[in-house]
């Protein structure tokens, strides 16, 4: 019989569609996260929003023809309730938005300088990369927002990302967030394989980079588990809303995903630094490396174990989900 672990830990070739499913996804709604985020920063909010003030000119005469007919006390009052939470979230999020943006054109300013300086020879090549991947994802940012407040203009409610969720009217908004999600993961864990990659090109022609090439893999290591988890929580959503799971399976099969997620992230920092500790003795042995470097490598193997037992701990007591 098939593990829950195995049901739902994405296989390689789903990996590499939804890879590039997002990838083409991302370069379409790159502009369209651009052309968002300069409309907000120019347009006053009821120009950027005309629909919504139809819907708000629907809503009072709504209210007035109730309350002239003598019917409309709890409608008028469901009404106004209705509107000023819709308000507030709106107004909630379009705050946020304007942050966003403001990180988003500081991003970009960073960005330019940064290609500037690797010009010069004054940054490396990974920095420049950290700080292009920071645009990107800062795009994205802008884009999961906005259908925050495309949901909160259908629904006058919060926007709710269960994944037990319901569809609103027949939009799924939850998939659309985690693909966006998803796409940053990506663009994250891109990143991360072009700097270890550097990196590794680095020590290859003798550079002294060890300590970097450290934090580079555990960067990428954070990374793809960053997007397997996006991609299982996908295919949990797709699952939860063809089979109408009950949102306590839906809990539980998402509680067992992230645990199952922490195992493996585990183990295989377990891996890394276990081979980082032979390769430190082997420096050591043949003098490129001293004592301490060792028993930092040890210390690392230690703690590595330490967090695979926890996150076996964890896993080992949650209830498996139904089959």
Known sequence: M????????PRAEFI?????DLLRAHRALAPQALSLTRSAAREPAALRHPRAWGRRARGAALLAIGLVLGVGTQIASAQVQGAKERSEYERERRTERELAAMRLKLAREAATKAQQ??????????????????VKVSELAILKLELELEEIRSTSKAPRDELWAPKVQGRDFVRERLQVEAAAAQERMKSAEDRAKV???RRAVGAEVETELVQTQRDLLEARREFELQAMKMRLREEAVAKELPSEEVVKRSRRIEAEAAVRRARQRLEMASRRLETVKQRVKGGMAVLLDEKRAELEVLESQAEL????????ALPRPEE
């Open 117 to 134: 300086d690797y010009a010069a020879g004054a940054i490396s090549r990974q920095a420049l990369l950290t700080a292009e991947t920071e």
């Open 309 to 316: 037992e926890a996150a076996s701990r964890t896993l080992a």
């Open 2 to 9: 098939m593990s829950s672990e195995d049901r739902h830990t």
């Open 199 to 201: 990196a590794e090109e």
């Open 16 to 20: 590499a569609a939804l890879e590039q």
